[in-house]
């Protein structure tokens, strides 16, 4: 079974403060993604990678960054945290080529529920 | 207009009922279709893909794609308590790998003893 792990469940920063979240996959996938989650809005894309050291933003990178130095962990960096960044934030994983389902199919993690006070 | 349209619910059903959920979308390049399942404070899982037009059946689920009217459905038959769940859609263009999904904003089930 493809595992996605992120690093925090619940997470509660002050605004101003730099935030780290963790995400590591244990199926040796080519392809990572950041979302946040919010009611009404559903799943935004922050920023993908196709590769290690590689990133491409999403739908919505502003006043995010991310990291990818190694294959299975992508870190995903508010630089300066702020109030409007209060969601739950999922990272996802993605094999990268062909086989039984969908190349685009996506393995969640259990999400970190972020609160910025 | 967003991309992906779906009723956001909630949608309360006795048990055994069964349950239709859909989704439309505008952009007919899309080709891939999935269903995913998320718990309450969980991350998404996924439930059912399926490619093009046509259905495909998994137990008490059954996925159905009409290109043609860009709608597709979810079906569950006997539904159970456990179903109990927020249902996303997701769909893409290629299956090249590593394409972004773009998700409709989820329908809320419950199913009621």
């Known amino acids: 079974d493809v595992k996605v792990t992120q690093s925090s469940r619940y997470l509660v920063k002050r605004t101003g403060e730099k935030v780290f979240l963790e995400c590591v996959q244990d199926?040796?996938?080519?392809?990572m993604f950041w979302y946040r989650q919010d009611p009404g809005l559903g799943l935004r894309l922050i920023y993908f990678?196709?590769?290690?050291?590689?990133?491409e933003k999403g739908d919505i990178p502003e006043g995010y960054s991310v990291s990818r130095e190694k294959k299975e962990r992508f870190s995903l960096i508010l630089e300066s945290a702020s109030t409007n960044q209060t969601s739950m934030y999922l990272c996802?994983?993605?094999?990268?080529?062909?086989?039984?389902?969908?190349?685009?199919?996506?393995?969640f993690g259990p999400g970190t529920r972020l609160t910025v006070l | 207009q967003k991309e992906v349209e779906q009723d956001p619910g909630p949608l309360s059903v006795p048990e055994g009922a069964i349950v239709s959920l859909n989704c439309t979308y505008s952009?007919?390049?899309?080709?891939?279709f999935m269903w995913y399942r998320q718990y309450s404070r969980k991350g998404p899982e996924l439930l059912m893909y399926?490619?093009?037009?046509g259905n495909k059946e998994d137990g008490r689920f059954t996925a159905q794609v009409d290109k043609s009217s860009k709608y597709i459905s979810l079906f569950i038959r006997d539904s159970q308590p456990s179903d109990s769940a927020t249902y996303l859609c997701?769909?893409?263009?290629?299956?090249?790998?590593?394409?972004?999904?773009?998700f409709g904003t989820g329908t809320q089930l419950k199913v009621e003893l």
């Open positions: 996802a994983s993605n094999p990268g080529v062909a086989g039984e389902v969908s190349t685009d199919t996506q393995y």
């Open positions: 199926m040796d996938h080519e392809n």
């Open positions: 990678s196709y590769d290690v050291k590689m990133k």
């Open positions: 952009n007919s390049a899309f080709q891939y």
């Open positions: 399926t490619y093009s037009s």
């Open positions: 997701a769909m893409s263009a290629s299956g090249g790998g590593g394409n972004k999904l773009t």
